[in-house]
């Protein structure tokens, strides 16, 4: 019954977030109800003991993902009514995409399985770990699909930063290398020098002085 | 008249209105609670008083004295009664939100920051058996709160609606973020090595020596584990996103009273987390550094033999000795420029952690003696 509970309050979580998050004006606040979205989706998949899938959501799309959407987010300036113009024209598509999405994942989902109680899902003990469980399955009978998903993340990494990278480089950065490598010589020249007989003006005397001391060379 | 109550208003009985399963999740919850406190009460002590260490040792290391007036009952007791002094004003100044900023962001932001610190105690064990929850995936936990506590500094940089706000969030998300991709696989590699997620098996995976524990095979991750730590919680000398010189206070100069307070907590509680971590990830957690030296009839004397074998004071000791090493690098380093931090951080200990990595595979699946035979 707890579970029950505690399920039904995530549901009406994520499900008020996600809405709220399309509706909401500010962008910044869209962005953090996609937060809350993924937070309580989190929680469902916990409710499933799929730890390992629910911290992994935490620790990519919250932890990582949706920090550098708030990044972008918050240094735009985003103008919202330029935003909302097309809203009509659009929706006919949007409504189609949405309603393709919603069979194509009843299709997978197979609506048939939906029901209330969770009995026919096969429950694991305690120290039954499904982060080895995955592991071993991704690792061995999914190997290709695997490597070739991290292949085409790395060409989009690449293809990232090659495009970010395409005008010529203008900033100016100091090369660590060379200033480990500086000497004391290079920066300081000690200047040795007789002593001098002290005048007997008071005035003389700070004069001398100041002289006598170490000249700082500027570096190259 | 009890009488005439009793047959005239139906008055349940305690069984009616919580059914025995009712009592049993209630006697579960308070049970937790419970545990919750007795972690959570030294953890704030610990809190208040790590402020109060942190400005004698700086005070010493400087050749000053540090904080010595506050005291107990007139006396000075070396200016103990500071940090309840400290709490006191700070409970008692005013909150002030500013005119221009988002009043809702503005508060909820210390709350967000305080929170993921205070739940990555949940995992931490403290013994063989002292632990609030013995759950299999702990170190993907600890990394999935350790990269929450970003959002409170985000969200007040935000909320604040001023620019220096503004710049030190920026400073400070950028850093934690770089720096927690090195601190991600520094934990991959201590997985790789105990071959657990579970911090308690980490721990036992440890025992034997001081040889045994991780600080050896994985010495390098260990190194970029505590420095990404000292990172993670904007503590000198990468504490740029506070930079006085440069931005007064960076993400919380518009707060003020308790608000300052909470983030400030968090920023301490998060430092302890990272030290009590570095000691069970890699120095053996509450394992004896004596273990394997003495012989083990040692251990079974009574009263000596706990004192010298595994217990959580060894726990204790390790974690005071890194915050030490906290407080030791905030007093004797000058502050990381900016771009020497992502250097640092994205050209060195990133590659670093990646090539050790194959090493520590390589003597996990080699069963290199005397840490994985």
């Known amino acids: ?33 996609l937060i809350l979205t993924f937070f309580s989706s989190s929680a469902i998949w916990l409710l499933l003991e799929a730890e390992f899938l629910a911290i992994t959501l935490v620790v990519v799309y919250v932890g990582a993902v949706m920090v550098l959407f708030m990044f972008v987010v918050m240094m735009l300036d985003i103008n919202l009514s330029a935003m909302r113009e097309g809203f009509a024209k659009y929706l006919p598509i949007g409504v189609l995409v949405a309603i393709l999405m919603a069979l194509s994942m009843g299709l997978v989902i197979n609506a048939g399985e939906f029901g209330l109680v969770s009995d026919s899902i096969q429950r694991h003990s305690a120290d039954y770990s499904n982060t080895s469980e995955l592991g071993l399955a991704l690792y061995t009978n999914y190997l290709y699909p695997f490597e070739i998903a991290g292949a085409i993340l790395l060409v989009a990494i690449i293809a990232a930063i090659a495009l970010t990278m395409r005008s010529p480089r203008s900033t100016k950065t100091q090369k660590p290398g060379n200033q480990v490598a500086v000497k004391s010589t290079d920066r300081l020249r000690i200047v040795k020098m007789k002593v001098e007989k002290p005048a007997d003006d008071p005035e003389e005397v700070s004069k001398k002085d100041s002289e006598v001391t170490t000249v700082v060379k500027e570096s190259p | 008249m009890m009488e005439w109550i009793r047959s005239n208003l139906i008055m349940p009985s305690v069984e009616q209105l919580f059914p025995l399963a009712m009592h049993a999740y209630a006697a579960l919850t308070i049970e937790v609670v419970l545990k919750i406190l007795v972690i959570l009460v030294p953890v704030l002590f610990t809190v208040a008083y790590l402020t109060y260490a942190e400005r004698k040792v700086i005070g010493y290391i ?5 904080p010595n007036r506050v005291g107990f009952f007139g006396l000075s007791f070396w ?16 909150i002030i939100v500013p005119s221009g900023s988002n009043k809702a962001l503005f508060i909820i932001a210390p709350v967000l920051s305080f929170a993921p610190s205070i739940a990555a105690w949940a995992v931490i064990p403290f013994g063989d058996t002292l632990v ?7 170190l993907l936990y600890v990394l999935a709160l350790t990269s929450l506590a970003v959002y409170g500094v985000i969200v007040a940089g935000w909320a604040s609606n001023s620019k220096y706000a503004f710049l030190g969030a920026m400073r400070s998300v950028a850093q934690i973020i770089s720096y927690e991709i090195a601190m991600g696989f520094a934990l991959v590699g201590v997985l790789v090595a105990a071959g657990s997620l579970n911090l308690g098996d980490i721990v036992n995976a440890q025992s034997g020596s001081v040889i045994h524990w991780f600080w050896l095979p994985l010495l390098p991750l260990a190194v970029v584990y505590f420095i990404s730590g000292v990172a993670e919680t904007n503590r000198a000398p990468f504490d740029v996103a506070e930079g006085e010189s440069e931005i007064v ?29 570095t000691s069970v990830m890699f120095f053996g957690g509450w394992l004896s550094p004596l273990q394997g ?26 974690t005071s000795f890194f915050l030490f090493m906290f407080l030791w690098l905030r007093a004797t380093f000058p502050r990381y420029r900016y771009d020497q ?12 952690t990646i090539v050790w990595l194959v090493v520590a595979s390589v003597l996990v699946v080699m069963n290199i003696p005397p840490w994985f035979a």
């Not at chain 2, 100069?253 to 301490?268: R, T």
């Not at chain 2, 931090?341 to 670093?352: A, D, E, H, S, T």
Request: no cysteine.
């Open chain 1, 1 to 33: 019954m707890i579970e029950q509970t505690v399920f039904y309050i995530f549901s009406a979580l994520l499900l008020m977030s996600a809405g709220l998050m399309i509706t909401v004006r500010n962008p910044v606040f869209a962005a953090l109800f």
């Open chain 2, 62 to 66: 400087q050749g000053r004295i540090g």
């Open chain 2, 79 to 94: 200016g103990l009664g500071q940090p309840i002094a400290d709490a006191f004003k700070l409970i008692f100044k005013e």
């Open chain 2, 132 to 138: 609030l929850a013995d759950i299999n995936a702990g």
């Open chain 2, 249 to 277: 206070a960076g993400f919380h100069v518009d707060y003020g009273g308790m608000a300052f307070s909470v983030f400030f907590m968090a920023e301490y509680a998060n430092m302890i987390i990272i030290a009590i971590l």
């Open chain 2, 293 to 318: 030296i003495l012989p083990e009839a040692v251990f079974e004397v009574p009263g000596i033999g706990i004192l010298l074998g595994e217990g959580i004071h060894w726990l204790l000791i390790k």
């Open chain 2, 341 to 352: 931090i992502m250097r640092l951080g994205w050209k060195i200990f990133i590659p670093i």
